[in-house]
């Protein structure tokens, strides 16, 4: 059968889709060691095509934590990545990141506490609630969030339950769940992996681009939101207490602006990332655009549940800043 496939893989792939459905295994062009690799271990878990090693367009599998794989097995997967030919991460590379690729018909399933589920059918929800079910978790990333931020007491339940009590936007809470476990696709991620020239910030060139870095840290990162912050403040919602920490993590003081200020928090971050991907540099009025546009839709939203009341009173300070 593997015969049948290595000779079906004669064709050299060209375009992303080509690529994305290349079978791994017996595959001449994916050699580690000079030779073809094959693991039937990594087959029962639905890993198959060259798509199956990337979620959501965007993220190599390996480094998703929801994905219960050994260590060697995560290892293997890293080898079979930077064995990819050079031209297919080339495809690979400049396709990331764009919206308008088409949805890769992924073959994965990953384990969740409510059963195994394909990749692209599950929801944020499930997995956050796997999360919070499972009693031992590998919680490395968490480890280093709170090393780093050692002068303040985390309540992780409160953190990871934030954007979910904050934004209805499925697209928002998966990327603060990603970013808390550190698997947002940064260049030092990318360059591991050969799919960045450098690992540097996508901003300021200067220093390698980590999470932190990209979403706070870069100088022009930094300004953005002091320029976000000041914005917020015009418009009478008070910032004044918030530290680095609540940019990361979220805002917990339950003031009247608890809502508003979560969403711009968790949406300020989103942007960031767009705007990465973009090779673009954020700027507050594009933020306020895209803050717009949210308020369009929720306005949309509301009026259909009849919820106009819960509405202007989350938005009610910036309505005017964004009617203008
Ligand atoms: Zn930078």
New binding site residues.
Partial sequence: MFDTWSGLNSRTPVTFNDVMNEIIWNNRFICIDKKSVYRSDLVNLGIMKVGDLIMDNNLFLHDDLSVQISSEQRFFIMGVVHALPSDWKTVIRSSLCRNEIEPIPVTTYIKLNCGSLPILDVTSKQIYDSVLCKKQIPRTAQQKITDKYSDTVINWKKVYSLPFRTTLDSKLREFQYKILNNIVFTNDKLFRFGLSHSP????????P?SVE??LL?????SEFWKEVLSWLKDNNIGTESFTETSLFLGFFEETEDFFIINHVLLLGKYYIYVRKCHGSLPSLRGFITMIRSVYNIELHIARERDKLAVHFRKWEKLVVALNN
């Fill in positions: 540097n910030c996508t901003f300021c060139s200067e220093e681009e870095h990209l840290r870069c100088k022009v990162s």
